[in-house]
């Protein structure tokens, strides 16, 4: 089992910047893909990016491209996602998601219990 826990959430102004930090324990080597979701109030959570351990390879969805990074360290187990130019519209708690196979779809078996990100307008 993977045990995953956020970080780095906090309340911003639109335009500002965080990056958030996705520590990961335990069994991390059966670990092949790391995401992040978030998940408004009153909404599904969704899938904001995620990367692969193998190749770093990364993939987003449209509405934070070019303003989300997401990477990871290696000797750190640790993922994080860089967000640039936040808008109202990302506020959401953002959660960390690991998955053993090498889909950015999932399954995604390990979650962590969120960080809350709030963006003032």
């Known amino acids: 089992q993977v045990q995953l826990v956020e970080s780095g959430g906090g309340l911003v102004q639109a335009g500002d910047s965080l990056r958030l930090s996705c520590a990961a324990s335990?069994?991390?080597?059966?670990?092949?893909?790391t995401a992040w979701f978030r998940q408004a109030p009153g909404k599904e959570r969704r899938f904001v990016a995620a990367i692969r351990w193998s190749d770093t390879s990364t993939f987003y969805t449209d509405s934070v491209k070019g303003r989300f990074t997401i990477s990871r360290d290696n000797a750190k187990n640790t993922v994080y996602l860089q967000m640039n130019s936040l808008k109202p519209e990302d506020t959401a708690i953002y959660y960390c998601?690991?998955?053993?196979?090498?889909?950015?779809?999932?399954?995604?078996?390990?979650w962590g219990q969120g960080t809350q990100v709030t963006v003032s307008s």
């Open positions: 998601a690991g998955g053993r196979g090498s889909s950015y779809w999932g399954p995604y078996d390990s």
């Open positions: 335990g069994r991390t080597s059966s670990t092949y893909t």
